[in-house]
């Protein structure tokens, strides 16, 4: 629920409550007096009637006949017994009777002293039926008077005459108890929605308070709980929370890589240190004139070319894994037949490797015509590099390479199995580090970098592939990476088992 639409429906039961609550009021105040509002309404209405008749039949009057005799002779109203009779029934409800005639009151109820009839208005009018408010004592009372012409012509007129005072001072009496209550309700109200909105959002805007403090001393390690609420507060606090994690990753990557970068250093400072030393010191020894033959001349100068040339390449392989770190290697892709480029590599490498003693062999599964996307020029130097590294850790005089083309759902997977001395589980997920090596004397001796498989792995990365490795020391090491395959619609269907 947004925070419009709870201030929305906030306003709408801040005006609605306080009116129900005042209704209820009411309603409950004219359920207790009702008795007293229904005669009230009915002597109202006594003026509105064509006749008496409907008059003396409500709840106000419940003898019926009264009406037809005093409409069929008034001279019963000149009958004290008469009158008595009907004013005691109109006592039990605060009413009495007055009676005119000519311009005397003849009659009088004992609920009401005379000196109301000092207000009474004039018995003769156009009308037949007149109501007037009357006011005695601080007391109200209601008048109907009634025209009637007597037997002997004379004129007159019969009063009734209802106090009204014990509403009035109910209603009187009310009306603050209203005004209170109304007051009281809306104050109630506003309160309960104040509480309800504040719970929702000040307590969260008090967390982000908070959150904004400890990001603002460097303190990433505390969690912000999230909202359930999907208001925009909610929203907010969700977004700060994301933001919290990601700085905290932020800043924990830019660790590791300065991390990684001071290693880097390191090792590129230790790495270069070898080769530049050897190849001082045998500079040395020539200029000293160790070297005082023509055969130990020669070897000096061997060694130094040697070392200039794996310092050289540790140069190369250092450039080239920092563009591919940088993302600065553009990698040229295109469809390439996986079955005939190995073939050709492999080719090549036997040419390449005769002279070390080296058997390859390649093991096709069946995948003759399948199409990947590669980028040449890298694919040749991860299958390089990796052999190259295979055969520094071949100790026996025949040297095994084996490579095998595998199917593996929507890619190629391509093995890389030698017969060296293998790799001990411990050591084996790191192979892939940079400058990584199980042995540092034994990869000195043997030229390496520590730089050759992290690249394959950057190269095969950005083709979208996998490389892993498994080994068992005395059994060889299978370095296996993957390519995407290239599928037309037709080959993609059988895939899908959509062609039969």
Do not use: W
Not at 14 to 32: D, E, G, K, R, V
Not at 408 to 429: C, F, K, R
Request: contains cysteine; proline residues 2%.
């Amino acid at each position: 629920m947004s925070i419009r639409f709870k201030l929305l429906i906030s306003y709408i039961l801040a005006i609605l409550a306080p009116i129900i609550l005042l209704s209820l009021f009411i309603l409950l105040t004219m359920n207790i007096f009702s008795e007293h509002l229904s005669g009230l309404k009915n002597f109202y209405n006594i003026a509105e009637t064509d006749t008496f008749e409907s008059f003396l039949n409500d709840e106000l009057f419940p003898i019926v006949n009264v009406q037809n005799e005093v409409r069929q002779d008034p001279d019963h109203l000149l009958t004290e017994s008469y009158l008595s009779l009907y004013t005691s029934q109109l006592e039990k409800r605060q009413a009495g009777f007055f009676v005119i005639k000519g311009t005397e009151f003849i009659y009088q109820s004992d609920l009401f002293t005379k000196a109301i009839t000092e207000q009474l208005s004039k018995p003769y009018g156009p009308s037949i039926y007149h109501t007037e408010a009357i006011t005695m004592d601080g007391r109200s009372y209601q008048s109907l008077r009634m025209a009637v012409e007597y037997g002997d012509g004379t004129p007159g007129a019969l009063y009734l005459v209802i106090e009204t005072s014990p509403i009035v001072k109910i209603l009187n009496t009310s009306l603050p108890t209203v005004g209170l209550l109304f007051l009281f309700s809306v104050i109630v109200t506003n309160c309960l929605l104040t509480h309800f909105i504040s719970r929702s959002v000040i307590k969260s805007l008090q967390d982000l308070k908070g959150a904004a403090e400890h990001i603002k001393e460097g303190n990433l390690d505390f969690s912000l709980e999230t909202c359930h609420c999907k208001d925009e507060i909610g929203q907010v606090v969700d977004a700060f929370e994301e933001m919290r994690i990601r700085l905290k990753e932020s800043i924990e990557t830019n660790l590791k890589v300065d991390n990684n970068r001071k290693e880097l250093i390191s090792n590129i400072s230790h790495d270069l240190r070898t080769p530049v030393t050897a190849i001082k010191g045998y500079v040395e020894g020539i200029r000293d004139g160790v070297a005082n033959n023509p055969e130990k001349l020669d070897r000096y100068i061997e060694t130094i070319y040697k070392k200039a040339s794996d310092l050289d390449k540790l140069i190369d392989e250092l450039f080239f894994y920092s563009k591919l770190d940088l993302k600065r290697v553009s990698f040229h892709f295109e469809e390439v037949n996986s079955n005939d480029y190995l073939q050709d590599c492999i080719d090549d490498l036997r040419i390449d490797f005769r002279c070390k003693n080296v058997h390859f062999n390649y093991e096709n599964n069946n995948l003759y015509e399948t199409t990947v996307m590669a980028d040449r020029v890298q694919l040749k130097r991860v299958i390089l590099n990796i052999i190259e590294n295979s055969l520094k850790f071949i100790e026996k005089e025949e040297k095994r390479i084996s490579v095998t083309l595998k199917e593996e759902a929507e890619y190629v997977a391509i093995e890389i199995t030698d017969n060296g001395i293998g790799i001990s589980s411990e050591h084996l997920p790191l192979i892939f580090d940079r400058f990584y090596r199980e042995d540092s004397a034994r990869s000195n001796e043997n030229g390496g970098s520590g730089l050759g498989l992290a690249i394959a792995k950057e190269i095969i990365l950005a083709h979208g592939g996998r490389i892993c490795a498994e080994s068992k020391l005395g059994d060889g090491t299978t370095i296996r990476f993957t390519l995407k395959r290239v599928l037309s619609d037709d080959a993609y269907a059988k895939e899908k088992g959509g062609i039969e």
